[in-house]
């Protein structure tokens, strides 16, 4: 399975970005999705994932309410559309791709068996 993860950029606090990732190999639309990040000098944080389904989502409690991740499994594509951008929000984000046991297991990176190669944000103040 290959992931490739696009649409990060250079943005000012308080804007908005949206990034893609699609799947491509042998994907499965029962495989879970999660976005994590990266910042300089700090270790990969979770930051949001779907179920296989769509039918479940979670975020780390730093983007709740800002961050909204989702899927078409048609496509084989995740989004997570990023709203209302902080300066710590600047990292390299990750899309990877797993089969998960259980709800808490979408938080956890070693969970997932296929990543993507990232894409920088990168928010001003």
């Known amino acids: 399975v290959l992931l490739q993860a696009f649409g990060g950029g250079l943005v000012q606090a308080g804007d908005s970005l949206r990034l893609s990732c699609a799947a491509f190999g042998r994907t499965s639309s029962r495989f879970a999705m999660g976005w994590f990040r990266q910042a300089p000098g700090k270790e990969r944080e979770f930051v949001a994932a779907i179920t296989w389904s769509g039918g ?3 975020y780390a409690d730093s983007v709740k309410g800002r961050f909204t991740i989702s899927r078409d499994n048609a496509k084989n594509t995740v989004d997570l559309q990023m709203n209302s951008l902080k300066p710590e929000d600047t990292a390299v ?7 998960m046991a259980s709800p808490a297991h979408h938080y956890t990176a070693n969970r997932y068996d296929y990543w993507g190669q990232g ?4 928010v001003s103040s």
């Open 56 to 58: 479940a989502s979670f």
């Open 93 to 99: 984000y990750y899309c990877a791709t797993g089969r």
């Open 119 to 122: 894409t920088q944000v990168t």
